[in-house]
Nanobody
């Protein structure tokens, strides 16, 4: 599967932004999808994940209650709705996909497919 992330940009603190990740192929509904982010000089951080059917969602502690992941399997797209943005949310955001795995959702090594990243900058 090939992934194309979009929707990044500049947003003021407290504002909102929606990221999208479009996937190619007809098997999108088989994949667990996730968003990770990487700030300059820091390690890649888990943001959120959603199961293949969309029935369960998981969020990292730093974004819980502010960010929401969702997917539309008919459109082969996963979204990340970012609300109440903070300057510390500034990072390159990556979407990722994996087939069924016993590994934890927050483990980036368990994802075999990655998008190119989209920059999000939150100004204070």
């Amino acid at each position: 599967v090939q992934l194309q992330a979009s929707g990044g940009g500049l947003v003021q603190a407290g504002g909102s932004l929606r990221l999208s990740c479009a996937a190619s192929g007809r098997t999108f509904s088989r994949y667990t999808m996730a968003w990770f982010r990487q700030a300059s000089g820091k390690e890649r951080e888990f943001v959120a994940a959603i199961t293949s059917s969309g029935g369960r969602e998981y969020s990292g502690d730093s974004v819980k209650g502010r960010f929401t992941i969702s997917r539309d399997n008919a459109k082969n797209t996963v979204y990340l709705q970012m609300n109440s943005a903070k300057p510390e949310d500034t990072a390159v955001y990556y979407c990722a996909a994996r087939e069924y795995s016993y590994s934890a959702y927050w483990n980036p090594g368990s994802y075999g497919y990655w998008g190119q990243g989209t920059q999000v900058t939150v100004s204070s």
